[in-house]
Nanobody
Framework: VQLVESGGGLVQPGGSLRLSCAAS????????MAWYRQAPGKEREKVAA????????HYADSVKGRFTISRDNDNSTLYLQMDNLLPEDTAVYYC????????????????WGQGTQVTVSS
């Protein structure tokens, strides 16, 4: 199992970034997927999740209306489009594979990426 995030970086407030998560070593199209983030000194939190068929998504209240999760099952890739970024979005972002759909998404312990840093600052 391998999940590799990319697309992080430094962006000014109000800017946009698109994160990608390339999956391999498992049947990507059979798993619900999610993005999490962890800021310094804070616990990891779920940002967005998507069902394996992409028919349902769920977002944390803090990102609703600004972030969009999507997936490409043909290319085993998960995306997170982040618009109108705020300084409080600064964190390491991780992708994860799991079960129980979008709202009740539960990650598998051994299905996490290494993370990509997103820094929102002027």
């Amino acid at each position: 199992v391998q999940l590799v995030e990319s697309g992080g970086g430094l962006v000014q407030p109000g800017g946009s970034l698109r994160l990608s998560c390339a999956a391999s070593g498992f049947t990507f199209s059979s798993y619900a997927m999610a993005w999490y983030r962890q800021a310094p000194g804070k616990e990891r939190e779920k940002v967005a999740a998507i069902t394996y068929t992409a028919d349902n998504t769920h977002y944390a209240d803090s990102v609703k209306g600004r972030f969009t999760i999507s997936r490409d099952n043909d290319n085993s890739t998960l995306y997170l489009q982040m618009d109108n970024l705020l300084p409080e979005d600064t964190a390491v972002y991780y992708c994860s594979a799991g079960r129980r759909g979008a709202y009740y998404f539960t990650p598998y312990d051994n299905m996490w990426g290494q993370g990509t840093q997103v820094t929102v600052s002027s």
